[in-house]
């Protein structure tokens, strides 16, 4: 039997600021708990040590304004390393799954990135996937977010990919950030139906969110037979957690493992620090080993005796219902979506970064192609609270773009250099079905490339 890959990066030197809740000792006590009960010495479970993750691992995915080095520290880019190394651990075949204990977290960042929104300012789970994909030729992934918050970066990130099934569970958006992730979210149209949003009522207790397993979640994933299942793994719906609202329990999130069975968990949210964040990280790596968790409940769970409602529940069915007859009909709806809009679908989103205090706006061109999910055309324009302001333009090539959408692309990219460079600080070019990623400074009328191609590509 193959060993759970574990790998746990605390980040000890970075934090939002000294009296947030993503701070340094997040994962203190997570560690304690680890080291006491002796699980990096059981047979069953193989440690890992991170490393940095490249600058063409984050463009792969990012645009980063106004540079790679200004958005990630290195707590950042060992945090999305961490997951890059569980990551190929898995599809090596060394283990039989693997949960990155890394901070910090990632699943607030979207595909421009200006600066930190809800603690993120890069998507670890996005640039794991692609760098797998990109790395191991793999095609349909489905994500599953188990954070409180719903995972609006992720989202965003994958939200015109039909191969990546993106499913988030999360407390209603009208009564938690980023305030989005309604049943109405699901996707643009090429990708329409592989975005799940299940908004739970405040104080949804086990009983409830397992049922959304069991009636949606479960369901969801065999009839999208995913090649990789990754678990987003927030452990905030506790109700112990000082951000939210809802009364989840450790043993829940074992059972929730259990029966979603990702063959990657890497940690988001969580912030019941000393009490129910360590329980919960142990409960999901024993579920993920196989060793029985059964005792690991908390002590003053039986005491609370959490109920469901019915009115809960019988919303919770509806949901289920109404999400499954849209995934099913999703073909049909991006068909016909796609006949709709032609050869263009456009779109405006404003995004605000909490913590960064930055108001974005953007306009979005999706090319609709019959043959691949061709490319994105994004021009954003974002206004920092003290002054600084940009506007970029960013093209992005799918991986398995075809060559003519590939081609056009490019062709726009170039077009834009001639014609637009009064307009923007920097148009970024990021060309994943060729590895390469641009990035033109129109102040200084210079192009540099971001990274290298990916180490070993082409070798094995
Ligand atoms: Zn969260
Ligand atoms: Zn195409």
Redesign the pocket.
């Known amino acids: 039997m193959k060993p759970t890959g574990l790998l746990f990066f605390p980040a000890f030197d970075w934090a939002i600021s000294p009296t947030h809740p993503e701070r340094e000792e997040r994962l203190l006590y997570t560690r304690d708990q680890i080291f006491e009960e002796g699980i990096m010495d059981l047979p069953q479970i193989r440690e890992y040590q991170p490393r940095l993750a490249s600058a063409s691992d984050i463009a792969r995915i990012h645009f980063c304004v106004p540079s790679i080095e200004r958005l990630a520290t290195e707590a950042h880019l060992v945090s999305a390393g961490g997951a890059l190394v569980i990551g190929d651990a898995f599809m090596k075949g060394e283990i039989k799954n693997g949960f990155a204990i890394i901070r910090p977290?990632g699943?607030h960042a979207m595909t421009v990135a200006h600066g930190n929104r809800?603690f993120c300012n890069i998507n670890n789970e996005a640039i794991m996937i692609e760098y797998l994909r990109r790395k191991y030729g793999l095609h349909r992934i489905a994500i599953v977010d188990t954070?409180?918050?719903h995972g609006d970066g992720t989202q965003e990130i994958f939200y015109h990919d039909p191969d990546v099934l993106f499913i988030s569970f999360h407390q209603d958006g009208r009564t938690l950030y980023p305030g989005s992730g309604f049943v109405e979210e699901l996707g643009w149209p090429p990708a329409w139906g592989t975005t799940i949003n299940i908004p739970l009522a405040p104080y949804t207790t086990d009983e409830g969110i397992l049922y959304a397993v069991d009636s949606l979640i479960l369901p969801l994933l065999e009839e999208f037979q995913p090649e990789l299942v990754i678990n987003s793994a927030?452990q905030?719906n506790h109700y112990s957690d000082p951000?939210?609202n809802m009364n989840f329990s450790a043993g829940g999130y074992a059972e929730l493992n259990r029966r979603i069975a990702p063959h990657i968990a890497v940690l988001?949210?969580?912030?019941s620090v000393e009490t129910a964040l360590p329980y919960i990280n142990l409960a999901l790596i024993m579920a993920m080993a196989g060793i029985d968790s059964s005792n690991l409940r908390e002590p003053d769970y039986e005491r609370r005796a959490f109920r469901e409602s019915p009115d809960n529940m019988e919303r919770l069915k509806r949901i289920a219902t109404l999400q499954l007859e849209n995934f099913r009909r999703r073909e049909e709806m991006q068909a016909d979506l796609k006949k709709k809009h032609g050869d263009f679908f456009s779109t405006y989103r404003r995004i605000y970064y909490d913590t960064d205090n930055i108001s974005e706006n953007q306009e979005i061109r999706l090319r609709l192609c019959d043959r691949c999910c061709s490319y994105r055309v994004i021009d954003s324009a974002a206004a920092h609270a003290m002054g600084e302001s940009y506007r970029v333009l960013c093209f992005s090539i799918s991986l398995y773009s075809c060559p003519d959408c590939q081609q056009e692309a490019r062709e726009a990219y170039r077009h834009s250099l001639e014609r637009f460079l009064g307009h923007y600080d920097f148009i970024y070019l990021q060309d994943r079905a060729a590895d390469e990623y641009l990035c033109f400074d129109c102040s200084g009328f210079e192009e540099r490339g971001i990274g290298g191609r990916m180490p070993g590509e082409g070798e094995d």
């Open positions: 977290p699943h809800g954070d409180v918050h927030g905030d951000l939210a988001e949210g969580g912030y």
